[in-house]
């Protein structure tokens, strides 16, 4: 794989814990505004490489390029403002923080890098209408469905103007229509942006809004020719 020009890289990612090798030699590049479904059984490394890429977990051996920095020479500090700054998040299970309302958990990223509470809150507003969700801005999370509450997650995952979104089985806890939706609404906003996706899921349907997909098998990644 020709890594010129890639947003991120990764070449020959090894973690193990105890005897389990999570990743064992694994490869990844995404471009500018690529859609990259990373596929597998249950076990095959998927999260951990999706962790190791977005800087949250440190890979044994291996290297991760960021626009051409390698994450393991950045501080902590450094990596966690990448997160905050160039990445944005999104899991099977919302985690939204419970004790905010939905626009303020939309708004926090921008609250975190300082930004005022009401122009955070308009902007994060703005994010809700997009995804169909700006008449839940008052509710917590608790109060919302599976569906709703995910995408009040991409609007959040979305609203610092991220590069690069990792999505780790985002419609996993959903039924079949909306995960459909959510799919939908999270290429589209992703698109609309250029923003590059990491999308980690185990569905076959869902992996059809990428544009390039590939398969982690024993904590080994290969490109998937796309049947057409
Ligand atoms: N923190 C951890 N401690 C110990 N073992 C771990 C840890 N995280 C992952 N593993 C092991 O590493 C292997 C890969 O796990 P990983 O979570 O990456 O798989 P996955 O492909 O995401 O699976 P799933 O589809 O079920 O989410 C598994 O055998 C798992 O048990
Ligand atoms: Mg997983």
Redesign the pocket.
Known sequence: MTPAGALLTARDLRKAYGPTHALDGAEFSIHAGEIVAVMGP?GSG???L?HCLAGIVTPDSGTILYNGRELSAMSDAERSALRRTEFGFVFQFGQLVPELTCVENVALPLRLTGAGRKAAERTALGWMERLEVDDLKGKRPGEVSGGQGQRVAIARALVSGPRLIFA??PTGALDSLNGERVMELLTEAARSTNAAVVL?THETRVAAYSDREIVVRDGRSRDMERAI
């Open positions: 249950s998927k999260s951990t999706l780790d089985e980690v």
